[in-house]
């Protein structure tokens, strides 16, 4: 607030894209195919923003603007099947992942959670997550240390012997397993809609994802996997602006301009 009022959290641009269209675009690189979006009743734009507009198309075709017109097309990439379900309570991660089972069914799948933007070359962090999948067939969770003054904001995991045996939702630092904290990308077994059937509510009647993860790692391996790559958590003001900043100089037709313009203009005290 007072950005998220009107226009979703979701489709704040991050250097000209939005954050769940990043989202999309990191699936589309890992090999996903089927994308589902859940989402808030009242976000009807998240789902508007992903849907074909052949007036506008053609127009930006007869107008000869072929860049834009590329960049219009990417942003439901080649060959995804995108789906939009709706979570009519806000309760929780672990009942907006509950709300897409009817179309994941019995096969394991992966968790982006947009406002954790990952700085990592193509094709991303998921497909590395998923090369760990298919290699070792265990569930994979991606992880990065925080410190001490920062775990009561993450799921903090506890690994043993390259497994993850603990998971604790927001913890007193005190009471944190490690330093290793969840970061916004998982892939996960069938077995986790069972698991978040049987776990109670947590504060402010939130369903914790981290509850049902375990009640399963006792038997069935995750893994961590450490993401070394800058993330920005652009659930966060700072981070939004980090994240601007980063990935703008990424790009080609401002990158260079905005480099020169931070080095020349802008005086840190």
């Given at each position: 607030?007072?950005?998220?009022?009107?226009?979703?959290?979701?489709?704040?641009?991050?250097?000209?894209?939005?954050?769940?269209?990043?989202?999309?675009?990191?699936?589309?690189?890992?090999?996903?195919?089927?994308?589902i979006l859940v989402t808030s009743p009242d976000k009807p734009l998240v789902g508007a923003h992903f849907q074909a507009d052949p007036g506008l198309e053609q127009r930006l075709q007869d107008w000869g603007q072929s860049r834009i017109l590329e960049a219009y097309r990417a942003i439901v990439p080649a060959g995804v099947t995108l789906r939009v379900v709706e979570q009519p309570v806000p309760r929780g991660l672990g009942d907006a992942i509950l709300c897409?089972?009817?179309?994941?069914?019995?096969?394991?799948?992966?968790?982006?959670?947009?406002?954790?933007?990952?700085?990592?070359?193509?094709?991303?962090?998921?497909?590395?997550?998923?090369?760990?999948?298919?290699?070792?067939?265990?569930?994979?969770?991606?992880?990065?240390?925080?410190?001490?003054?920062?775990?009561?904001?993450?799921?903090?995991?506890?690994?043993?012997?390259?497994?993850?045996?603990?998971?604790?939702?927001?913890?007193?630092?005190?009471?944190?397993?490690?330093?290793?904290?969840?970061?916004?990308?998982?892939?996960?077994?069938?077995?986790?809609?069972?698991?978040?059937?049987?776990?109670?509510?947590?504060?402010?009647?939130?369903?914790?994802?981290?509850?049902?993860?375990?009640?399963?790692?006792?038997?069935?391996?995750?893994?961590?996997?450490?993401?070394?790559?800058?993330?920005?958590?652009?659930?966060?003001?700072?981070?939004?602006?980090?994240?601007?900043?980063?990935?703008?100089?990424?790009?080609?037709?401002?990158?260079?301009?905005?480099?020169?313009?931070?080095?020349?203009?802008?005086?840190?005290?």
């Amino acid at each position: 607030m007072p950005a998220t009022r009107v226009v979703p959290k979701e489709l704040l641009p991050v250097a000209n894209v939005p954050l769940v269209q990043r989202a999309v675009a990191e699936a589309a690189m890992a090999g996903v195919r089927e994308v589902i979006l859940v989402t808030s009743p009242d976000k009807p734009l998240v789902g508007a923003h992903f849907q074909a507009d052949p007036g506008l198309e053609q127009r930006l075709q007869d107008w000869g603007q072929s860049r834009i017109l590329e960049a219009y097309r990417a942003i439901v990439p080649a060959g995804v099947t995108l789906r939009v379900v709706e979570q009519p309570v806000p309760r929780g991660l672990g009942d907006a992942i509950l709300c897409a089972r009817d179309l994941v069914g019995n096969r394991h799948f992966a968790v982006i959670l947009p406002d954790d933007v990952i700085d990592m070359p193509a094709p991303g962090c998921l497909a590395a997550m998923m090369d760990v999948h298919c290699e070792t067939g265990a569930c994979v969770l991606g992880v990065q240390p925080v410190p001490a003054m920062d775990v009561s904001r993450y799921g903090m995991v506890k690994i043993v012997d390259g497994r993850i045996t603990d998971l604790v939702e927001k913890p007193a630092p005190a009471l944190a397993p490690g330093n290793m904290a969840v970061m916004g990308r998982y892939i996960l077994p069938p077995q986790i809609f069972d698991a978040l059937l049987q776990i109670a509510p947590g504060a402010n009647g939130e369903y914790q994802l981290s509850d049902a993860i375990c009640l399963l790692v006792k038997n069935k391996p995750f893994v961590p996997w450490e993401i070394t790559a800058p993330r920005y958590d652009c659930g966060s003001r700072l981070g939004f602006a980090q994240a601007t900043i980063a990935l703008s100089l990424h790009d080609p037709d401002i990158g260079p301009a905005l480099r020169a313009w931070l080095t020349s203009e802008v005086t840190l005290e």
